[in-house]
């Protein structure tokens, strides 16, 4: 599988989720920002979902690159 986005990305995105104490709604527009910015679309309840499994992981970098693979829609 080719990885749409780079480990530094991914870990500032990381960072960013860790670090600005949002709810998992907050979190999830983070997700849907941080897609959009790179030409994704992504639905806010695919977005919901992943984020749900992202913090479940303790934001491992892997498991943020798999969920941001599945559900990233080229626009």
Known sequence: MVEKFSVPELAALRNELLDSGLDS???AELLQMFLAGRGYGVSPEAARDA???VE???CAIDVIQRELNRIAMVQ
């Open 25 to 27: 709604r907050g979190a």
């Open 56 to 58: 479940g992981s303790g």
């Open 51 to 53: 984020i749900s499994t």
